[in-house]
């Protein structure tokens, strides 16, 4: 038995299809010698036969030719204008922003906002998610300040409202 063969690139299965089929050797017979070596789902039967036509006809190139695909429609000025927008306004949504960029899918939208601009929504608004660590500690600090608040535990918060007026910050109860 063949000690099986995994992680191996399609050029390389091309190659040995074209080396075989140099030999004469018949597509089938191919098709189970390279399931023997890279596995039973490196090929389908169909595909090595289609391949064996092809370097029949004349192919010699065992690479895949370059292909124009789909283009995108996520550019620089889009990310441009998406960045400026949401600096403007934080608090915009998904919903707002495919009114200025009608030809562009919300969709597509979120994927630029977070992806190429990385933003996060948080709350009600977007921010960067490159917070610094004093960022992300004075925010939590916050957030502690505005729940013991809401729990009627005043005392947490008098030392702070202390140090503000110690600051020359006025706090307002």
């Known amino acids: 038995m063949f000690k099986t063969t995994e992680g191996t690139a399609d050029c390389e299965i091309r190659s040995v299809i074209r080396f075989l089929n140099a030999r004469n050797v018949l597509s089938s017979e191919i098709n189970h010698q390279i399931c023997q070596v890279y596995g039973?789902?490196?090929?389908?039967?169909?595909?090595?036969?289609?391949?064996?036509?092809?370097?029949?006809?004349?192919?010699?190139?065992?690479?895949?030719?370059?292909?124009?695909?789909?283009?995108?429609?996520?550019?620089?000025?889009?990310?441009?204008?998406?960045?400026?927008?949401?600096?403007?306004?934080?608090?915009?949504?998904?919903?707002?922003?495919?009114?200025?960029?009608?030809?562009?899918?919300?969709?597509?939208?979120?994927?630029?906002v977070n992806s190429h601009l990385d933003y996060r929504k948080v709350c009600v608004r977007w921010v960067s998610n490159m917070l610094t660590e004093e960022h992300k500690n004075s925010v939590l600090h916050v957030l502690d300040l505005s729940y013991a608040l809401s729990q009627g535990r005043r005392r947490h918060v008098e030392p702070y409202c202390d140090r503000r007026r110690d600051m020359g910050v006025p706090y307002h109860t």
Do not use: C, W
């Open 40 to 112: 039973d789902n490196v090929m389908s039967d169909g595909m090595v036969r289609k391949r064996v036509r092809m370097f029949n006809e004349g192919r010699e190139n065992v690479h895949d030719e370059s292909r124009s695909g789909r283009p995108s429609l996520v550019n620089d000025d889009l990310v441009r204008e998406a960045n400026e927008r949401v600096r403007e306004d934080r608090r915009f949504t998904i919903s707002d922003l495919s009114l200025h960029f009608p030809q562009i899918s919300r969709t597509l939208l979120y994927d630029s």
